[in-house]
């Protein structure tokens, strides 16, 4: 809980950060500009807090600008007593498997975040490790889900987060200018 914790207080810290007039800059992440990115988080986080209070799975709305908010919750929800034990109704996974895919989201998008808003980001080594380890065992099914991209090639001896955005297809020295 405590990575879970500092990884989505990061992202919700660079979400607040965002300017007006930076919502339709690109992103690292090819399907999303910024405003999309955001709202993807946004939709991140109300799911996995109805999914951690036992809840279902939900469909993604609109903008609504609100994602600190959201995520709060989402953190409460974790937080509950018994939340990581078990396996969810909804989407058929152990909890502790939600758990990670929401750290995984938190900790790329908000590297693409970052880098789409000239933000600085230095992820938590922790949350790195466990996403990292966490894709390594889950990378062929996200795939097949249309989660993860192409791999994008790293060299061997690449940090560890490097190695986690090459592995579900983002560039690290992605930069928004041409």
């Known amino acids: 809980m405590p990575v879970m914790t500092r990884a989505t207080e990061r992202t919700a810290g660079l979400v607040r950060a965002v300017r007006r007039e930076q919502l339709g800059s690109p992103t690292p992440c090819e399907k999303f500009d910024v405003e999309k990115l955001v709202n993807h988080l946004e939709w991140v986080a ?19 600008g609100d994602f600190p908010e959201r995520a709060a ?13 078990g396996v969810s109704s909804a989407m058929g996974l152990p909890m502790t498997t939600l ?11 908000g590297w693409d975040l970052a880098m789409a808003t000239g933000q600085e980001y230095e992820p938590d080594p922790e949350a790195v490790a466990r996403a990292l380890a966490f894709t390594e065992q889950m990378v062929e099914m996200g795939r097949r889900r249309g989660v993860f991209g192409t791999p994008v090639t790293v060299p061997q001896d690449a940090r560890p987060f490097d190695r986690l955005l090459g592995l579900i297809g983002r560039d690290p020295a992605w930069s928004p200018l041409p």
Do not use: I
């Open 99 to 109: 758990a990670h895919m929401f750290l995984v989201d938190m900790v790329v998008h």
């Open 73 to 85: 919750r989402t953190l409460a929800a974790w937080s509950r007593p018994g939340a990581w034990e």
């Open 46 to 64: 109300e799911m996995f807090e109805s999914l951690g209070r036992g809840g279902p799975a939900l469909e993604q709305g609109p903008y609504a």
